[in-house]
């Protein structure tokens, strides 16, 4: 049965029965090896009383005890996911929304970041968090504390001196580094519609069609999908072409895929977590791709972007990291992602991955890519919008090589 396991499901045997935990040596032999620039690995560990900090860099080992409880990370962490994830907050209520993101994001940078900083050349950083903390943008953190409630442009946020990208665990890292894609060197894109459909959502389970009848129309998708077919080569889906069954079936041939549509979380089962892909008639599928299926898949893409809300956020669980949306794109194989952490706003969505993209294809590795897309969006946007509820939600996950040999349309 082992034997069988290992043939027919290799990551899973590995995961279960081979001792894959990468050591301080691995880890630093990689970044010595890294083309991109010097880099530094944080990784954090909570108990009950405590938070460390471990630091690695290609010549470098450090461990910083942080005296810091679980208990009063977990509330600063809800302050601050509150103030970046409300909308209505940031509009209504500026200046309160200025003086709680601003103290709190210094908090953060002073209490269990500047430690592992301090005297470092680096400006490429490798974040692996532990619990709760997985669901922060440490972009957001800042670097200093700020008194101007009317510019949000202008503060020294974390992400001006750095690029950063984020892991699971130093050891899916390493693996991620090393997964060697087969793919058409294409992009497979699809922007989803939600005009509601009530004949077919008729003959849907009852959940299902209270789902669907509370997904709102992306207004941007379409664009965001057109913008992308000016730069790259591949497969430009919209409307009804963007059903579940037809990515089952060629998803495994692009290099990379891009999903502008709706995530739906489903905090209490995260691996019931789905994307929302346009209704269809189809008897077999029911047009919301689950995580549990994606972890399916057998993917060859260098990346997958997940142009919808709330794909990288999930429940914590103990030696398994967020389980999300995100991570089950991990276990098809794919070795890079982009995922939002809370409801995206729809037009700084389509103009970040516009920025993100044409970066990209300028062989700018995806971490920098990221990042200079919303130095970009910053720079462009005045007033509410600049706040980091509008940018920040988007990270990279994974292995942050640059992507040089795709085709393009021009």
Not at 159 to 173: C, F, K, P, Q
Not at 186 to 191: E, F, I, K
Request: net charge negative.
């Amino acid at each position: 049965f082992i034997r069988s396991l290992k043939d027919k499901y290799p990551k899973y045997h590995a995961l279960k029965y081979e001792d894959i935990t990468a050591n301080a040596e691995d880890i630093q032999k990689l970044l010595a090896e890294d083309k991109h620039g010097d880099a530094l690995l944080l990784e954090y560990f909570q108990t009950d009383e405590m938070l460390y900090l471990f630091a690695l860099s290609k010549n470098l080992i450090q461990l910083f005890p942080i005296p810091i409880s679980k208990k009063e990370l977990s509330e600063k962490i809800k302050t601050l996911r509150h103030i970046l994830s409300s909308y209505r907050l940031v509009n209504t209520k500026q200046k309160e929304a200025f003086a709680i993101y601003t103290q709190t994001a210094h908090w953060f940078y002073q209490n269990i970041l500047a430690v592992a900083l301090k005297e470092k050349s680096e400006k490429r950083l490798i974040i692996v968090t532990d619990g709760a903390l997985g669901h922060l943008p440490f972009e957001t953190f800042l670097v200093q504390q700020a008194s101007n409630p009317s510019n949000y442009n202008n503060l020294n946020y974390l992400m001006n001196d750095y690029s950063i990208s984020y892991n699971y665990s130093s050891t899916l890292w390493k693996e991620n580094k090393a997964i060697n894609t087969q793919n058409n060197h294409q992009m497979l894109a699809c922007a989803a519609d939600y005009e509601q459909k009530g004949t077919i959502i008729k003959n849907r389970l009852p959940q299902v069609a209270r789902l669907r009848k509370n997904l709102q129309p992306l207004a941007a998708a379409q664009k965001e999908v057109e913008g992308l077919k000016q730069l790259f080569g591949g497969n430009f889906l919209f409307g009804e072409a963007v059903s579940e069954a037809y990515f089952k079936q060629t998803a495994s041939e692009y290099g990379i895929i891009h999903l502008a549509m709706h995530g739906v979380l489903n905090p209490k089962y995260p691996m019931l977590s789905s994307l929302a892909f346009t209704e269809s008639p189809d008897s077999l599928e029911d047009d919301l791709l689950q995580a549990y299926e994606i972890a399916q898949l057998q993917l060859n893409a260098d990346l997958v972007v997940l142009s919808a809300c709330e794909t990288g956020y999930g429940k914590f669980e103990e030696g398994e990291g967020i389980v999300s949306l995100a991570r089950s794109f991990m276990y098809a194989g794919t070795p890079s992602l982009v995922v939002s952490l809370w409801a995206v706003n729809d037009f700084s969505t389509a103009l970040i991955m516009s920025y993100f993209y044409q970066n990209l294809k300028e062989g700018m590795p995806k971490d920098k890519a990221l990042q200079q897309a919303k130095l970009a969006y910053l720079q462009s946007i005045e007033g509410p919008a600049a706040h980091p509820a509008y940018w920040s939600p988007f990270i990279q996950i994974g292995d942050s090589e640059a992507i040089g040999f795709l085709s393009t349309n021009n």
